[in-house]
Antibody
Framework: QVTLRESGPALVTPTQTLTLTCTFSGFSLRTSGMCVSWVRQPPGKALEWLAL???????YYSTSLRTRLTISKDTSKNQVVLTMTNMDPVDTGTYYCARTTWVRGVIAFDYWGQGALVTVSS | SYVLTQPPSVSVAPGKTARLTCGGN??????VHWYQQKAGQAPVLVMY???ERPSGIPERFSGSNSGSTATLTISRVEAGDEADFYC????????????FGGGTKLTVL
């Protein structure tokens, strides 16, 4: 059974750095084709992809947020960490981690965590 | 950068067929995936690679992709199908990244 769970602060102040952890089970990031991604959703708005890390430790970032994001993994702990610097109130929203499968160039999010609501406010 | 365009809303009566579209430049050459997000819940993958249904997704859900439009079709719509639907592709043409459409709110009348 595949599960993912996001954890991190519910409230951050502007200019702070956000650190979110995705703890997963039921699969391994050592397995070919396995990846974990982060996706966010501002209240009432659409999904926005942030970053992806794959089984080879290659990393991919949203073009618009690339300078603020870092994704990393701890394979032994089954965790993926996302940091986002210089947080702003517009970054308020629900942050999801999702298992991502990458097979023959096809990338899809087949399992999602329940999401972590992050509010940016002073 | 690659853009996916979805109509903001689609309304359909119970028992009828809903067709949700996702437009993009030559999207027919890409693998398109669809997610359903019910209110207050995380998204769920309902269709991958245009027309493949994950385990547990009803046969009422089907998909197609050709030219500049991908379509998710929901037959015999039920009240429980009401949700936001998002299409998604992987854009490897320039900067490798994931693209989501803006989402369509499906309302069951």
């Amino acid at each position: 059974q595949v599960t993912l769970r996001e954890s991190g602060p519910a409230l951050v102040t502007p200019t702070q750095t956000l650190t979110l952890t995705c703890t997963f089970s039921g699969f391994s990031l050592r397995t070919s084709g396995m990846c974990v991604s982060w996706v966010r959703q501002p209240p009432g708005k659409a999904l926005e992809w942030l970053a992806l890390i794959d089984w080879t430790d290659d990393k991919y970032y949203s073009t618009s947020l690339r300078t603020r994001l870092t994704i990393s993994k701890d394979t032994s702990k089954n965790q993926v960490v996302l940091t986002m610097t210089n947080m702003d109130p517009v970054d308020t929203g629900t942050y999801y981690c999702a298992r991502t499968t990458w097979v023959r160039g096809v990338i899809a999010f087949d399992y999602w965590g329940q999401g972590a609501l992050v509010t940016v406010s002073s | 950068s690659y853009v996916l365009t979805q109509p903001p809303s689609v309304s359909v009566a119970p028992g009828k067929t809903a067709r949700l579209t996702c437009g993009g430049n030559n999207i027919g050459s890409k693998s398109v995936h669809w997610y359903q997000q019910k209110a207050g819940q995380a998204p769920v993958l309902v269709m991958y690679s245009e027309s493949e249904r994950p385990s547990g997704i009803p046969e009422r859900f089907s998909g197609s992709n050709s030219g500049s439009t991908a379509t998710l079709t929901i037959s015999r719509v039920e009240a429980g199908d009401e949700a936001d639907f998002y299409c998604q592709v992987w854009d490897s043409s320039s900067d490798h990244h994931v693209v989501f459409g803006g989402g369509t709110k499906l309302t069951v009348l």
